[in-house]
C-alpha cells in the first residue's frame, strides 16, 4: 500500500497466515500450504491415537521442498517447521513429525534463508549474524533483529538458536525479572514480599507477562501469604481457583469435593449423588478416592457449590498447585491384616494440609499394613503401617516418570 501511495506497481503477494493456538486445551498449528491445493504435493502423516496426536507434511511432488503442514495435539515442532516452509527439509518427513525431542532435524538443521520470524521477516542468517555480533540471549535477539516481538510465537526458536550456537543461557525468569524461578522464591521469602507489584517495582520491570505471573502466583502461595483469591493476589489466579472448578476440554467444568482419607457418609453420598442428578453430571470416581462431577456448566457453578457446601463439603482442590488427595485403605478397623488406623491417619493428614500450596500437586496415601493397598509407594509421599510405627516414603510420584518411591527416612 505504501509503494501504491507512493506512485509505484507493488501487488499484495499474501499474508503469511500461519498460526499456533491452544483450543479447548489442545495445541494446534497450521503452516503454509496447510490443505495441500498445491498441484501434484504429496501428504506426509502421523497419527498418534494414544496422545490424541496428529501431524500432516504437505511436500512438494519430489518431497524434496516443505510446502506447510497441521500440527493438533503437540505442536513443539512449529516454529522449526514453519521456518522451513519452502525451503529443502531439514530432516526426513518422519523424523519431523516424531514427538519433541525425538526429532532428527531441529533448529540446527534450518537452512540460512529459512525465515525464523515471519511477522519482521527475520531469518536464520540475520539471527547467526545477530548471535556472532555479540547477542547472548532472547531479549537482546529480539531488541537487534526484532525477531519474537510481534506475535511471539518464535521466542522459543530465538533460545534453541542460541542454544545452537553454544551461547551460555541467561537463567532470568522471562524479560521482567532477571532473577530465576530459585532466586525470586529466596527473595520473595526473605524480604517478605506478599505482591506481585511489590516485587516487579523492587526487582524487576514492566507489568509481567504470562510467565512470570504464574510463577510469582506459586511463589507467594507456596510460601503461605494468605488466601489466594485476597487482595491483589487474586488477579494471578487462573480461572479454576475463582470458580472452584476445573476446565476441561470441551469448555465445561469439573468439580471435586474434598472426601479427606476417602471416607464419606451414605447422607453425602446421596447428596453428591443428587447434585450430579440435578445438573446432568457425568461421575467418576478417581483415583483419588473422590467422586468428580463433569459436565457442569459455569453459570451452574454457584449453585452446585450452594448445595454442597450446605452439605458440608469444600473445595477438594483438584485444580490447584496444592495438596489434593491423602488416599487410604481400610486398615485394621476392618482388615484382618491391618496394624495401624490408616484412614485416622489419611483424615488426620489431608485436613492437617488442605490448602497447602506448593510448586507442584502433592498427593498422598496411607497403607494399613505391608500389603501396601493404598499404593502409598507412588505418591509424593506415602506412609506404610508397621507394626511398631509407620513408614514414610518420599518421591513416588514422579510427574512424568512415576516410580515406586525407595527411600525411607526414619521415621
Ligand atoms: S494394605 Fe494391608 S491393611 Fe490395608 S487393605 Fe491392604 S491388606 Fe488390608
New binding site residues.
Given amino acids: 500500500m505504501a509503494d501504491r501511495l507512493l506512485g509505484g506497481s507493488a501487488t499484495f503477494p499474501g499474508a503469511d497466515t500461519a498460526t499456533k493456538l491452544k483450543l479447548l486445551g489442545v495445541d494446534v498449528a497450521s503452516f503454509g500450504d496447510a490443505h495441500g491445493s498445491t498441484p501434484g504435493c504429496l501428504d506426509v502423516t502421523f497419527t498418534d491415537p494414544a496422545t490424541r496426536a496428529y501431524a500432516k507434511l504437505v511436500l512438494s511432488d519430489d518431497a524434496r521442498t516443505l510446502l506447510g503442514g497441521v500440527l493438533v495435539g503437540d505442536a513443539t515442532a512449529y516454529p522449526t517447521l514453519r521456518a522451513s516452509v519452502g525451503g529443502p527439509l531439514p530432516a526426513p518427513p518422519l523424523a519431523l513429525l516424531a514427538p519433541a525431542g525425538e526429532t532428527g532435524g531441529g533448529v540446527a538443521a534450518l537452512p540460512g534463508a529459512a525465515q525464523v520470524c515471519s511477522c519482521n521477516a527475520v531469518t536464520r542468517d540475520d539471527i547467526d549474524a545477530a548471535i556472532a555480533g555479540g547477542c547472548a540471549d532472547v531479549p537482546a535477539l529480539k531488541a537487534c533483529t526484532r525477531a519474537g516481538t510481534s506475535c511471539g510465537s518464535c521466542a522459543a526458536m530465538l533460545k534453541q538458536l542460541l542454544d545452537a550456537a553454544g551461547v551460555k543461557q541467561s537463567t532470568a525468569l522471562c524479560e521482567h525479572f532477571d532473577a530465576s524461578r530459585q532466586e525470586l522464591f529466596e527473595i520473595v521469602q526473605v524480604r517478605g514480599i506478599r505482591t506481585f507489584s511489590r516485587l516487579v517495582a523492587e526487582h524487576g520491570r514492566g507489568r509481567g507477562c504470562d510467565i512470570c505471573k504464574p510463577v510469582v502466583a506459586s511463589i507467594l502461595a507456596s510460601l503461605g501469604t494468605g488466601h489466594v483469591l485476597d487482595g491483589e493476589q487474586a488477579s494471578l489466579q487462573d480461572t479454576n481457583d475463582h470458580f472452584l472448578a476445573n476446565l476441561q476440554r470441551d469448555g465445561s467444568y469439573s468439580v471435586v469435593p474434598r472426601i479427606p482419607g476417602g471416607e464419606i457418609t451414605p447422607e453425602k453420598l446421596i447428596v453428591i449423588g443428587e447434585v450430579a442428578r440435578d445438573f446432568r453430571l457425568y461421575t467418576k470416581i478417581t483415583g483419588g478416592q473422590r467422586i468428580d462431577l463433569f459436565g457442569a456448566r459455569v453459570e451452574e457453578l454457584p449453585q452446585i457449590w450452594r448445595r454442597l457446601v450446605d452439605a458440608g463439603f469444600e473445595s477438594g482442590h483438584a485444580y490447584g498447585k496444592a495438596l489434593r488427595t491423602v488416599k487410604?485403605?481400610?486398615?485394621?478397623t476392618?482388615?484382618?491384616?491391618?496394624?495401624?488406623d490408616?484412614v485416622g491417619l489419611a483424615v488426620a493428614l489431608e485436613l492437617r494440609y488442605r490448602g497447602l500450596r506448593a510448586p507442584h500437586k502433592i498427593k498422598s496415601a496411607v497403607?494399613?499394613?505391608?500389603?501396601?493397598?493404598?499404593e502409598a509407594r507412588s505418591k509424593d509421599f506415602g506412609i506404610?503401617?508397621t507394626e511398631t510405627g509407620w513408614n514414610l516414603y518420599l518421591g513416588g510420584n514422579g510427574g512424568f516418570r512415576p516410580r515406586h518411591a525407595t527411600s525411607s527416612p526414619p521415621t
Avoid: L, M, P, T
Avoid at 328 to 332: D, H, I, M, P
Avoid at 334 to 340: A, L, M, P
Avoid at 367 to 374: F, V, W
Fill in positions: 487410604s485403605c481400610v486398615g485394621e476392618w482388615c484382618r491384616y491391618g496394624v495401624q490408616s497403607s494399613g499394613c505391608a500389603r501396601e493397598c493404598a506404610i503401617a
